[in-house]
């Protein structure tokens, strides 16, 4: 049963469902317009004009590759070689004792400059100190027997010319007279060996020089049997250089000479040489060229060549190994290109030109003798011709018989233009876009991080 309504009040229904509903959905759209307010923006701010990409050519492809090139500039250059050599004393001499006995001294320091004449090595010299007593003494023996010769022959000359003796008698007795003075003679000459042999036991520098090191020491037994080598001098002040140069290369050059293809590079006057040591540094003296061995080694077909070089300061010594750089002739109108730009085949040697309309096209080359890191090229190529020497890799990537970019090229560890050297132009193209790309992505996260922000405070509103 219903319960009676009071008089006079309205009876409270509750709220419709639709009421509920409705205001579910308006918080709902409140979360989804924070919730896609950071996106939007994001996309705002990519679409602005801080975004845009760089500009590519006109019609939309890839631009020009960059290479580095080189201009031709024809020259007299010089054809110069290098040869191995080799360095060898002015003079060299071997100290030996050329009598036999005991080393008693040694009288001079190693290493050290000797004199010509100076005593190197003093033996032990009692024996032949005899022996010259020895022969003194046989010559005054001989010297009585010429005495005794001679008065036997004065008394038998009156006797001789009276006819009182024998011819045979004096014939003898002139024949003892000159045997006794062919026998002081020979006591001379065995006083005069035996001071010879008594001043070889005091062993003396043959020359003057720089001497070595000793090769006996006190109390060795030398020259017995043969001439001991003791020690060796050397004269460095001026040395040798002895190189060889191919003798197939010489007649090569001959024939070029003949043929007007190359000048010599001095006419009359001696070549002087480059001496090039081990460091790769160049001696600061030239070397001057003093002759050519005539004939041509069999076992190796090279021809011996012989410089001479200056050493005031002893700063180089015998026996070093070096390079001879020889300068045989002058090319004229030739050209250096550096090495990476020519490829050589079995077709012929070639190089990339860049035309006037910027287009690499081949272009064969005559190739002759090479300078250090560079080519020089007889013949093929024009002044003013620009040469392809880097980007080879660039001119690959892109389209075959299309236009490049050339920008001077530099030498690796030069300074230069920028894209000079190297892959030029890789640098900026791939740094372009990083760079760029930064740009507009920069504000972007500052104006999304505010967004959930701005969001939030609308829902709370």
Not at 13 to 29: E, I, K, M, N
Not at 73 to 91: K, Y
Not at 126 to 149: I, K, M, N, P, W
């Amino acid at each position: 049963m219903t319960a009676p309504t009071a008089p006079g009040r309205l009876d409270r229904q509750p709220a419709p469902a639709t009421f509920g509903l409705g205001t579910a959905w308006r918080a709902s759209r409140r979360t989804l317009a924070a919730a896609l307010a950071p996106p939007l923006l994001l996309l705002l701010a990519a679409c602005g004009p801080a975004a845009e990409a760089p500009k590519g050519p006109p019609g939309g492809g890839m631009p020009p590759p960059t290479v580095g090139v080189v201009t031709v500039t024809p020259g007299d250059v010089a054809l110069s070689v290098d040869l191995p050599g080799r360095l060898e004393a002015w003079r060299v001499a071997q100290v030996r004792a050329r009598v036999p006995g005991l080393v008693a001294r040694r009288l001079f320091t190693e290493g050290t400059e000797v004199k010509a004449g100076q005593p190197l090595f003093q033996l032990d010299d009692a024996a032949y100190r005899a022996a010259l007593a020895s022969t003194e003494a046989a010559v005054a023996r001989a010297d009585a027997g010429v005495a005794q010769a001679q008065a036997q022959v004065a008394r038998n000359q009156p006797l001789a010319d009276a006819k009182a003796i024998s011819a045979q008698e004096w014939l003898v007795t002139q024949t003892t007279l000159k045997q006794a003075q062919a026998d002081v003679a020979t006591a001379r000459a065995a006083v005069l060996s035996a001071r010879i042999n008594l001043d070889y036991a005091a062993i003396k520098a043959p020359i003057a020089g720089r001497i070595g090191r000793s090769l006996v020491t006190e109390g060795a037994l030398v020259g017995q049997g043969e001439a001991t080598q003791m020690a060796v001098i050397q004269q460095t002040q001026t040395l040798y250089v002895n190189f060889t140069q191919s003798a197939a290369e010489a007649l090569r050059l001959r024939r070029a000479f003949e043929g007007g293809q190359l000048k010599r590079a001095s006419s009359g006057a001696a070549a002087e040489l480059q001496v090039l040591l081990d460091d790769g540094s160049t001696y600061p003296l030239p070397a001057k060229l003093l002759f050519a061995d005539p004939t041509v080694d069999a076992a190796t077909g090279q021809v011996t060549l012989r410089a001479e070089l200056p050493n005031p300061k002893g700063e180089l010594l015998p026996g070093l190994f070096v390079k001879v750089r020889l300068v045989q002739a002058t090319s004229q109108n030739a050209v250096r290109l550096p090495q990476q730009a020519v490829t050589r085949a079995a077709g012929g040697d070639s190089v990339l030109v860049v035309g006037a309309d910027n287009k690499p096209l081949p272009r064969k080359i005559t190739v002759g003798a090479s300078l250090g890191s560079d080519w020089v090229v007889l013949g093929g190529l024009q002044a003013g011709d620009r040469v392809v020497v880097d980007g080879f890799q660039k001119l690959a990537m892109g389209a075959p018989g299309g236009p490049v970019n050339p920008v001077p090229w530099t030498p690796p560890g030069k300074g230069g233009p920028a894209g000079a050297s190297g892959p030029a132009g890789d640098g900026p193209a791939g740094a372009g876009p990083a760079a760029a790309g930064p740009g507009p992505a920069g504000p972007s996260p500052a104006t999304a991080a505010s967004g959930p922000s701005a969001g939030a405070s609308a829902a709370s509103r």
